[in-house]
Every structure is written in C-alpha cells, then in structure tokens.
C-alpha cells in the first residue's frame, strides 16, 4: 500500500468514527504533514484520494 493510500485509510477511519465531524475543517496540509510525519506531496495526494471518494470537500 503507498503511503497516500496507508494515510487516506487512516483519515477515513477517523471520519467515520466521527473524530473529524461533518462539514468541519481538516488540519491544514502543513499541518497534516508535522502531525503524520509525511510529505506534503503525500498528503495532497490523500486528501484528493478523500475528496475523491466524496468524503471531503474544498
């Protein structure tokens, strides 16, 4: 699994959770980078794969 896939995966779970509640802001992209440790090309990456799949909006 590449590590945008392994990160879109670990942002969904906690979608559906309901850590990150509908229609609130996700952590910025640098933020998301300092909190999983990724690059920001990967985090682009798993935030597009989410908005993609419906599960996110810009």
Do not use: C, D
């Amino acid at each position: 699994m590449y590590k945008a896939e392994q990160l879109a995966h670990n942002l969904k779970l906690l979608i559906q959770n309901g850590t990150w509640k509908p229609h609130s802001k996700l952590p910025s992209l640098r933020e998301q980078v300092q909190r999983s440790g990724f690059s920001l090309i990967t985090v682009m990456n798993a935030y597009q794969e989410l908005e993609a799949q419906g599960l996110i909006y810009s």
